[in-house]
């Protein structure tokens, strides 16, 4: 499923315009990437929660030449799915 298909269902499924879906999903995606570049969690009960993290730095390997390379430390979103989520992926009833 893309961006549009997801808009498109949920434009039906609230009986609002695409737009106003588009709308919507932009302005929730938007505001997820800002708290999680702030260092804020973003917890969605049921579904999940949408952290940053801390990566150490490391050493890397070239896979054509075979060369040593640093890699440096860096931050990355990350995402835990939820009880209610990894249950409907399983395709197993939420206790």
Do not use: C, Y
Request: no cysteine.
């Amino acid at each position: 499923m893309n961006k549009a298909e997801l808009i498109e269902i949920a434009a039906k499924e609230a009986d609002i315009s695409k737009a106003a879906a588009g709308k919507a999903l932009d302005s929730v995606i938007n505001a997820i990437v800002k708290a999680v570049s702030k260092g804020d969690n973003v917890t969605l009960v049921g579904f999940g929660t949408f952290k940053s993290a801390k990566r150490a730095a490391r050493v890397g390997k070239n896979p054509q030449t075979g060369a040593s390379l640093k890699i440096p430390a860096t931050t990355v979103p990350k995402f835990s799915a939820g009880a209610g989520f990894k249950a409907a992926v399983s395709g197993k009833k939420k206790k």
